[in-house]
């Protein structure tokens, strides 16, 4: 049974950092891409970004790029979100993915979410 649990989420202020893990089981995690998602309340869950499985290449969706980056530890078959200069727009439920279904940006596996507010 795969799973994904994700850590790390918490209340902060704007413009602190925070740093969101997703550990796996029951996989190969090696051998899958992952990502983030976000769903802030009453929108829809939208893309952060991703990052291939041998943790060589990334990509980030607009709004977050130059702010989060995501790394990976494959031994530890564990996958980071680090966020810096946060804003009131990032609090939202994060989730993160791994195993990409073909040309589509849409995951196999999920986790449960973790929350992530930021206040003023």
């Known amino acids: 049974q795969v799973q994904l649990v994700e850590s790390g989420g918490g209340l902060v202020q704007a413009g602190d950092s925070l740093r969101l893990s997703c550990t796996a089981s029951g996989l190969m995690f090696g051998s899958v891409d992952a990502a983030w998602f976000r769903r802030a309340p009453g929108k829809e869950r939208e893309f952060v970004g991703s990052i291939n499985r041998s943790g060589t290449a990334t990509d980030y969706a607009p709004s977050v790029k130059g702010r989060f980056i995501i790394s990976r530890d494959n031994a530890k078959k564990t996958v980071y979100l680090q966020m810096i200069s946060l804003k009131l727009e990032d609090t939202a439920v994060y989730y993160c993915?791994?195993?990409?279904?073909?040309?589509?940006?849409?995951?196999?596996?999920w986790g449960q979410g973790t929350q992530v507010t930021v206040s003023s």
């Open positions: 993915a791994a195993g990409q279904k073909p040309a589509v940006r849409d995951y196999y596996f």
